[in-house]
């Protein structure tokens, strides 16, 4: 019977799978948040969030791509580089900006992406900090805050010299000597004070805390200034020893400036200094309008592929049709469960990979056609189609991940983002389609032949 000639090995398992993949899809596809609750105590045994990560040209937001702000002949070592995106990517995260991008690119440039931001000035102010913390000995000279202060923490014999013939204006004549700096920081809040003002809080390390605890004490009822990237915030008289390895930074503060100084403090200083050379606002309502366009491209493309898949192949082609709608809710799940963000040229990532599929239903289909005007019986014809497709179907895609490969790494080498969103939709987007040409176009053909007693090969397959 042909329904025991197509009956390929193990069927009835691989349709099991297939309906567990296509449900566990359709879950993920259809919420934004994956829970399951124990049914006895209703607590919450697995949860996970599964919304879809849009980046800047689809949700808007802001760009930015800093330079380190140093003379061209001085080198900048990858591991700085390294450090000053580390903190930069920590000072935003907790700034509550989410779905943010900080990477390096090239030598001496981090290009950061924050989709959805609103407070643009705030994160620019905030990222571009040096972020160096100075407790500076200005012994019985009173200075005020927002005076530019200069010191010795990090000055040879040579910078020294070279510091005080250029001072002028408001920078103080003398060099001032730093006591510690916030490397001694164990911890830093936002604290209020008796009256409700805003004010800083910070404890000490073990070294720092007697460093404090000792100058001090040796110190009293002269200045202690605190200095941010040379510029005096505030510079109390010390009118006790500070021996807890705890104290307080005020100023003029509200909560927005204190708290994004404490994230500065908190997360370290930038190693090196950097620049702003470009940055880029994207509005949500043009990231919208290029949502909508793209959804509708992909719903138009999809239907006309389907039509000609089933007018030209007839029954292989409803095959491949089905498959087709089934890898789109595969790797729109998939994209969403491992949190790929989505971008204009990462959804044409997807749509190419789509092509991918199609390539490989379209070699399969072409192939059985042939096998069959050379007379060969359906279940000759089917093994054959897909065995001898094979090696045409792997080099091409082989090919495509070799190139989704080197997008990659170009993208990750210079700050493209963009490429190596559409490197990376592309890349999964052909592994899934592999498995939904070879494996479910495969299967639920092989079903169909099991079902049918196929004849006429001219009506059902197009020949």
């Known amino acids: 019977m042909i329904g025991v000639e197509f009956m390929i090995k193990r069927q009835n398992t691989r349709l099991v799978i297939i309906a567990l993949v296509v449900l566990f899809a359709l879950w993920v596809d259809l919420n934004d948040t994956l829970r399951i609750a124990n049914p006895f105590n209703g607590s919450v045994i697995y949860e996970r969030n599964v919304k879809p990560q849009l980046g800047l040209d689809l949700r808007g937001g802001l760009q930015v791509l800093l330079e380190a702000d140093l003379a061209a002949d001085v080198e900048v070592s990858a591991e700085s580089m390294e450090v ?27 290009v950061g992406e924050f989709p959805g931001l609103e407070d643009t000035e705030g994160v620019i102010n905030t990222i571009q900090q040096t972020g160096l913390l100075e407790f500076v000995d200005v012994g019985d000279t009173p200075v005020a805050a927002g005076m530019l202060l200069v010191t010795d923490y990090g000055l040879t014999e040579d910078g020294r010299a070279e510091v005080m013939d250029v001072a002028e204006g408001e920078i103080a004549p003398t060099i001032y000597h730093t006591v510690m700096t916030g490397g001694d920081l164990d911890d830093v809040y936002v604290s209020q004070d008796q009256v409700g003002g805003f004010q800083i809080a910070f404890a000490l390390t073990d070294n720092g ?12 009822n002269k200045y202690l200034a605190i200095v941010l990237d040379k510029v005096v915030i505030s510079a109390p008289r010390i009118q006790s020893a500070i021996t807890g390895g705890s104290g307080v930074i005020t100023g003029q503060f509200d909560y927005e400036s204190a708290n994004n100084l404490a994230i500065q403090l908190r997360y370290g200083s930038l190693p090196i200094p950097l620049k702003i050379v470009e940055s880029r606002i994207i509005g949500p ?35 491949a049709d089905i498959s087709i709608l089934l890898y789109a809710a595969i790797a729109f799940a998939i994209f969403k469960y491992i949190g790929v963000t989505l971008t204009l040229p990462g959804i044409a990532g997807f749509m190419l990979s789509t092509g991918s599929a199609l390539d490989a239903n379209i070699l399969v289909f072409e192939r059985l056609k042939e096998e069959l005007r050379k007379g060969r019986t359906l279940k000759q014809a089917f093994d054959m189609a ?7 179907i792997r080099d091409s895609n082989a090919a495509v991940l070799i190139t989704a490969a080197i997008l990659f790494w170009f993208g990750s080498a210079f700050g493209a983002t963009i490429v190596k969103g559409f490197a990376i939709t ?38």
């Open 84 to 110: 000053a995106r580390s903190v930069i990517e920590n000072r935003t995260n907790a700034l509550g900006v989410a779905e943010n991008v900080v990477q390096i690119a090239g030598d001496r440039r981090i």
């Open 386 to 392: 897909w065995s001898r497709a094979w090696s045409s």
């Open 285 to 319: 309502t043009l990231g919208e309008d290029s949502l909508q366009r793209s959804m509708k491209a992909g719903v138009v493309g999809m239907i006309i592929v389907v039509l000609f898949m089933g007018i030209y192949y007839r029954l292989p082609g409803i095959a």
């Open 209 to 220: 805390s007697d460093v404090f605890g000792t100058h001090t004490s040796q110190n009293i």
């Open 426 to 463: 592309l890349a999964l987007g052909v592994l899934i389609s592999l498995f939904s040409a070879l494996y479910i176009t495969n299967t639920l053909l092989a079903t169909a032949l099991d079902k049918l007693n196929i004849k006429n090969y001219e009506r059902w397959f197009g020949i």
